[in-house]
């Protein structure tokens, strides 16, 4: 009943005419796929060209990150009305890399520029909230360390996450929602989560919705694996009962992230 959805994660990488030239083998390769959505995430400056090279196709456009506030003075940022108005539908908040006390912020970082950075929990729900106002999905994302997972408390953190990025959100709201749940030490490390354990980190994270905001809320939003995912363990991944789709990263920089989401289509 969920529709899949195979999401890219480009993160600090290609340029315009790399990235054009892409998303036209993609667009061609997904013509007349059906049964599987299909989005690139890229960087800001990539959005427009982006835009305009996957229209007429089935690719939907997201972006990596956005500010919460509407509008106003705040040098540098982008905003999700921003977003949508260069064409995306996606949007992922809070990923492991932009959060600040995790993932591949240096550890000789100061306190004071981990926060400054960093998004905790609070921040990704303003994001949230902020990107669904201005008729955005955000895909969000959550996931434990490798210190966490070995002292045995990854459905707790999981849960915490959750909890709070999803706080004041109708269930409606959440129906449509996309989440990533993406173990920190599996992301860009080749070390793919088993996918049994992947899908019962998702089950709980299902659990953890329908207790918060019902069986529609639970039913109806989708949650993806992320971390190594590839061609190679995609059909595993997909195999698994409440794994819906998957957020790449390395392997979307490439043609056969077609491939991905063809065998998510054929599930
Ligand atoms: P990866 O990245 O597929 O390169 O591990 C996934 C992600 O960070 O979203």
């Given at each position: 009943m969920r529709t899949p959805l195979i999401a890219g994660n480009w993160k600090m990488n290609m340029t315009i005419a790399d990235g054009v030239a892409l998303v036209e083998e993609l667009k061609a390769a997904l013509r007349g796929v059906t049964g599987a959505d299909a989005a690139v995430c890229v960087p800001f400056t990539l959005l427009k060209s982006i835009a305009d090279a996957l229209a007429g196709g089935t690719i939907a456009l997201g972006a990596q990150d956005m500010f919460?506030?509407?509008?106003?003075?705040?040098?540098g940022q982008i905003s999700a009305a921003m977003l949508h108005d260069v064409c995306c539908t996606y949007v992922i908040i809070g990923h492991s890399e932009r959060?600040?006390?995790?993932?591949?912020?240096?550890?000789?970082?100061s306190d004071e520029l981990l926060d400054a950075f960093g998004d905790n929990d609070a921040v990704v729900n303003r994001k949230v909230k902020a990107a669904l106002a201005a008729g955005l999905t955000p895909i969000m994302c959550c996931g434990e360390t490798l210190a966490e997972r070995e002292r045995g408390i990854t459905d707790e953190v999981v849960a915490g996450q959750i909890t709070a990025g999803l706080a004041a959100l109708t269930a409606a709201q959440v129906a449509g929602l996309v989440i990533a749940y993406e173990p920190v030490w599996a992301i860009g490390t080749g070390k793919v989560c088993d996918p049994a354990e992947g899908n019962r980190v998702i089950a709980g994270i299902r659990a953890v919705v329908r207790r918060l905001l019902g069986d529609a809320a639970a039913d109806g939003v989708r949650i993806q694996y992320g971390g190594s995912a590839s061609p190679d363990n995609i059909a595993e991944i997909m195999a698994q009962s409440d794994i819906d789709g998957a957020l790449v990263g390395g392997a979307a920089l490439k043609p056969s992230f077609a491939e991905m989401v063809k065998v998510a289509a054929a599930r």
């Open positions: 919460w506030e509407p509008k106003g003075a705040y040098t959060r600040g006390r995790f993932g591949s912020i240096p550890e000789s970082w």
